[in-house]
């Protein structure tokens, strides 16, 4: 089971991007999955949920109203659009996934992939 994310890079404040994650070696279509950040010096925290049909979705205060969560369950693949971008948004981003449902409640994700590196200057 691999997690490859991408979509990382260098923004201005206020820009966009949007994170991939594509899943391969399983079908993670009734899983849950999440996208987590860590910045330097600092612990992994999650950014958002979404549940294994796409029908619920969770996200910390930070980002709400800023970013989406979103999955195409037919290609095995994980977005995470981000706008409005601020520095404090700077972090190594990582997607996780779980093969319990549970996951969505517990935060706790077995899957992660490698983390793509998502910079924002002022």
């Known amino acids: 089971v691999q997690l490859q994310a991408s979509g990382g890079g260098l923004v201005q404040a206020g820009g966009l991007l949007t994170l991939s994650c594509a899943a391969s070696?399983?079908?993670?279509?009734?899983?849950?999955m999440a996208w987590f950040r860590q910045a330097p010096g600092k612990q992994r925290d999650v950014v958002a949920r979404?549940?294994?049909?796409?029908?619920?979705?969770y996200y910390a205060d930070s980002v709400k109203g800023r970013f989406a969560i979103s999955r195409d369950s037919g290609k095995n693949t994980l977005y995470l659009r981000m706008n409005s971008l601020k520095p404090e948004d700077t972090a190594v981003y990582y997607c996780?996934?779980?093969?319990?449902?549970?996951?969505?409640?517990?935060?706790?994700?077995?899957?992660w992939g490698q983390g793509t590196l998502v910079t924002v200057s002022s």
């Open positions: 996780a996934a779980s093969r319990d449902t549970g996951a969505y409640y517990t935060n706790l994700f077995e899957y």
């Open positions: 070696g399983g079908t993670f279509s009734n899983y849950p």
């Open positions: 979404i549940n294994w049909s796409g029908s619920s979705t």
